[in-house]
């Protein structure tokens, strides 16, 4: 597995970062379903969902019902949620997280075998083997002082899951 490493300010929006912007950008490979996207548009094949309407967003969906309505195959996935209850009040109007479990559950009926999936966090949040995926990286974002680091992960579909 691969690590990396990269020192960077934080802002509320992941991808106005230049060097994670580049750095996500870099490893999304093919159809990219964006499922939190944020303000800011990727520089790749995006299909962009946020509940939040006044962002520019293909679809505004909760995640899970995104997720349950979509019909096609994704090669990439990005998962870039609220990291915490607070910060999604904070940061998306009043509208609580996602069932982000039961969204990550579903996610293998909507990726191709052989895609990837890219989440954020601040915790080290991932599909898992029981889902049918193996890490391929691990970037660790770290934003000095007492803020926390962002946690990047990239793992490969290499089966169906198991749940």
């Known amino acids: 597995m691969k690590f990396t490493y990269i ?15 580049e750095w996500v950008e870099s490893r999304c490979v093919g159809k990219t379903l ?10 790749i094949d995006e299909v962009r ?10 679809y505004h969906l909760e995640a899970l019902e995104f997720v349950k309505s979509w019909k096609g195959k994704f090669d990439t996935i990005i998962l870039d949620p609220p990291y915490a209850y607070r910060k999604s009040m904070e940061l998306y109007n009043g509208h609580k997280a996602s069932s982000f479990k039961r969204a990550k559950d579903l996610l293998p009926k909507i990726l191709k075998n052989g895609g990837r999936v890219i989440t954020f966090g601040y915790h080290s949040v991932s599909m898992g083997k029981i889902r049918g995926f193996k890490q391929e990286e691990i970037c ?6 007492a803020i926390h680091d ?5 793992e490969e579909k290499i089966e169906e899951g198991k749940n």
């Open 34 to 43: 964006n499922l939190f996207a944020g303000k800011t548009k990727l520089n």
């Open 49 to 58: 969902n946020d509940i939040d309407k006044i962002m520019v967003a293909d």
């Open 150 to 154: 962002t946690i990047a992960i990239i």
């Open 7 to 21: 020192k960077t300010p934080l802002n509320k929006y992941t991808f106005v970062v230049k060097p994670i912007r």
């Open 140 to 145: 660790l974002f770290s934003h000095g002082g």
